[in-house]
């Protein structure tokens, strides 16, 4: 949500290449407007536009000459996405320009008082306060750039990770962390500065982590980190591991279609060193640390937001099943507002693909705060939710760069049956069950490959059903969270309306929505389930509905009833969901692609969402 990037060297000639190859990595998390602002002759240059990249890329003039430089992707939230709305933003003397992520909860505060000093605005922002605070402090107060922007900041609530530059200071960018996320990459003689490491992956690997309630003031060849009461901190640099490669769309058209097709290898990173076969055990490094803490919980909260909530909805099925621990999955909105009852005994599990998603933060400390256990699986290393549990389990899936999540779902179900093993081992899980479960996971990267070899058939699929305007997902059980994600993936990127239900509940309500011209696509595997969701699809096919069925393959009978039939490999019950959503992942990317819509980065979403 929201992307921004700074940045400061000794070269002159490379800041508005860099600033702009920064924003595009980064557009993903937002593409209202964008902006770019740099300090050229001791005046500030900047220019800024609503609309993709590209579009300020149009009226860039990539000659400034630069030492330090800011950039700006925006997802809207105070102010509609215009021009003027679009940041970077700047005081009255327009010596201080600013990017922003989070929300300032105190603007309109801030903004009476800076109003009434008389300070003039240009946007509807809350982020323009800052700038015009800072200005206010640094003349009132007659103090350093640096120390304008602490008060600055002790004056402000709320959440952000800010880039500053001054024209006076041409060599020099301070930036600030509070619950967004923010990273500085570095060499000797450049100073990068991130919300997320694919952005600097071109131009280094060592990163630091700003962490809440932190400000740092960079120069080219240095950086001081210190905390809001002025007490230095002193930061291990850590590397980043992921590779160049892994950030491009290599030979597919969109990285969302290349991320399901990594669906395999997201599993097989998952799981990879973390079973031991013949002992039907899972190992989890992670989580030594716990182990014996794990042994004495009774109760279990799953908590996420999106499809790393409906990851988790499967685990609630998993653990439920095998682990004998009672679990319960909340949305991370829901939980960060209600009263629990929680006891010591509880532990709290966040699920996150960014480890940056405000609600599930939100909630994950809340919980903490109460003194209870907090777990995390989440793919991106070092993230705020990383380094706020207790301990966890990290996906390993790689970056994911298309804003409808898929290959991360995958994994997500895949670390989920992970601790299902670990969980259950250490407690009634049969050797035999441990061994078929771990026997089954290793067998899973395969059997998706097999399912994506047939992707032409899901897109013949997708080309005769892509101009209906409703559809209805049905799945029961540990496919009913699928039938959920296949909706929200459909809605997401083709913009048509989807609701997902479990199948049992067609019958109070979404039957009576049924006709010729709203199709269903029901996955009904040949489980436990089968005979019970065979029935729903007869009862849509009795109303004139068409019916798309995922089945698994041998099943003939099916073809018969259904209009149209995808078939995935057999495996045990509880792992179906990492097979079952792969024609669902494929069938919402094409019927989005047919529709003519920018897959990638769908209207209204955003990557990670990192405001309430
Ligand atoms: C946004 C994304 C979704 C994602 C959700 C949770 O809504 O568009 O794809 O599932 O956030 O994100 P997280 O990073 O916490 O998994």
Redesign the pocket.
């Known amino acids: 949500m929201c992307g921004i990037f700074g940045y400061v060297s000794k070269n002159k000639t490379r800041a508005i290449p860099v600033i702009l190859d920064g924003l595009k990595r980064l557009e993903y998390r937002g593409y209202d407007s964008s902006g770019i602002a740099a300090v050229v002759s001791g005046r500030i240059l900047c220019k800024k536009k609503s609309g993709r990249i590209h579009e300020v890329e149009k009226i860039l003039n990539n000659t400034w000459d630069s030492q330090a430089a800011i950039g700006h992707t925006r997802w809207a939230t105070h102010g509609a996405p215009t021009d003027r709305n679009a940041h970077p933003h700047f005081d009255c003397s327009k010596k201080i320009y600013l990017v922003h992520n989070g929300i300032i909860e105190n603007f309109r505060e801030l903004k009476d008082r800076l109003l009434k000093r008389g300070h003039k605005f240009q946007s509807d922002t809350d982020t323009e306060v800052v700038a015009h605070l800072v200005e206010d402090f640094a003349k009132n107060e007659g103090v350093s750039f640096e120390e304008a922007v602490r008060l600055a900041l002790k004056s402000i609530v709320g959440t952000y990770a800010f880039v500053f530059i001054h024209a006076d200071h041409p060599g020099k960018i301070i930036v600030a962390r509070n619950s967004s996320p923010l990273l500085v990459g570095f060499t000797d003689n450049e100073k990068y500065v991130a919300s997320d490491a694919s952005a600097v992956l071109p131009y280094t690997r060592k990163v630091v982590y700003l962490q809440d309630g932190e400000f740092a003031i960079l120069t080219h060849n240095d950086f001081r980190i210190a905390t809001l009461d002025r007490k230095a901190v002193l930061r291990n640099e850590e590397r980043i591991e992921w590779s160049e490669d892994m950030v491009r769309k290599n030979n597919f058209p969109h990285f969302m279609l290349k991320e399901i097709f990594e669906e395999p290898e997201a599993v097989s990173n998952a799981i990879r060193g973390r079973l031991v076969l013949k002992d039907g055990l899972a190992k989890l490094g992670g989580l030594e640390l716990v182990q014996n803490d794990l042994r004495k919980i009774n109760r279990l909260i799953l908590t996420?937001?999106?499809?790393?909530?409906l990851a988790a909805l499967v685990g609630e099925y998993m653990l439920e099943e095998y682990s004998g621990i009672p679990v319960e999955t909340e949305y991370a909105s829901e939980l960060r507002y209600k009263k629990h009852n929680l006891d010591l005994k509880t532990a709290l599990l966040a699920?996150?693909?960014?480890?940056?998603?405000a609600d599930?933060l939100g909630a994950l400390k809340e919980i903490k705060r109460k003194g209870l256990l907090t777990l995390g699986v989440v793919?991106?290393i070092g993230s705020s939710?990383a380094r706020e549990t207790k301990a966890g389990v990290y996906n390993h899936a790689g970056p994911e760069i298309g804003?409808?999540?898929t290959k991360?779902?995958v994994s997500?179900v895949a670390v989920m049956a992970l601790l299902t093993l670990f969980l259950g081992r250490q407690r009634d899980m049969s050797l035999n069950t441990g061994r078929k479960i771990s026997d089954e996971l290793t067998k899973i990267p395969d059997k998706i490959k097999s399912i994506l070899a047939g992707a032409k058939q899901i897109k013949k699929i997708a080309d005769k059903y892509y101009k209906y305007e409703n559809f209805l997902y049905l799945g029961r059980k540990y496919n009913y969270p699928v039938a959920l994600e296949g909706a929200l993936k459909l809605k997401?990127i083709s913009y048509i309306h989807a609701e997902g239900y479990g199948a049992g509940e067609m019958k109070h309500g979404p039957i009576a929505m049924i006709d010729k011209d709203f199709p269903s696509v029901v996955i009904a595997p040949s489980d436990g389930m089968y005979g019970k969701v065979v029935n729903n699809i007869q009862e849509i096919k009795a109303r004139g509905g068409k019916v798309i069925v995922v089945a698994t393959k041998g099943n003939k009978e099916i073809a018969k009833i259904a209009d149209d039939v995808i078939y995935i490999p057999e495996t045990i019950e509880m792992l179906t969901p990492m097979l079952s959503v792969v024609p669902l992942h494929l069938f919402a990317y094409y019927v989005g692609v047919l529709r003519g819509n920018d897959v990638d980065k769908p209207r209204n979403?955003?990557?990670?969402?990192t405001v309430e």
């Not at 996420?304 to 909530?309: D, K, L, R, S, W």
């Not at 699920?351 to 998603?357: A, C, M």
């Not at 979403?605 to 969402?609: G, I, P, R, Y």
């Open positions: 996420a937001c999106g499809t790393a909530y699920v996150s693909q960014s480890g940056e998603t599930t793919n991106s939710i804003v409808a999540s991360a779902f997500q997401e979403l955003a990557k990670s969402v």
